[in-house]
């Protein structure tokens, strides 16, 4: 961290024990490892912090380009939607317009069944052809 040598860390030692005395060197070496333990908890404290408000910083601009990116595709569809929508009301517009349309004929359901009153008309209607079919005598 300082990039202290082992001969600079004597020196300090030597002038240590000279200024302040054999009987009070412990006590202050003691005080001065509290103070450095204090030193390094507050300087990774405040690491801590600017990781993370530089992680919730970066989490703003993601949440911020993924609102823009949100935005565009909402656009794009609310676009493609209108599109759709004019060439529908087109089209109408135009089959509207021909003339000598036939009503369309109903739709069959998915599975191909016949609706619920279509028997009774095939039963009548099997019933006129079978009477034609058949020769009177």
Do not use: C
């Not at 390094?40 to 600017?50: E, G, L, P, W």
């Not at 569809?77 to 529908?88: A, D, K, L, R």
């Not at 089959?95 to 359901?109: E, K, R, V």
């Amino acid at each position: 961290m300082f990039d202290i040598g082992f001969s600079e860390m004597m020196v300090i030692a030597v002038v240590a024990l000279i200024v302040i005395g054999p009987e009070r060197l412990p006590r202050v070496a003691r005080t001065m490892g509290h103070l450095f333990g204090r030193l390094q908890r507050y300087v990774n404290d405040v690491k801590a912090d600017i990781n993370r408000e530089i992680e919730l910083d970066e989490l703003r601009k993601f949440k911020s380009e993924f609102e823009q990116a949100a935005q565009s595709v909402q656009a794009d569809v609310s676009t493609g939607m209108q599109n759709i929508e004019s060439s529908i009301d087109s089209v109408a517009k135009d089959l509207g317009s021909l003339p000598g349309d036939a009503p369309a004929a109903p739709a069959l359901p998915e599975n191909g069944a016949v609706p619920a009153a279509a028997p009774e008309k095939l039963a009548d209607e099997s019933a006129s052809r079978a009477g034609e079919t058949k020769p009177t005598a």
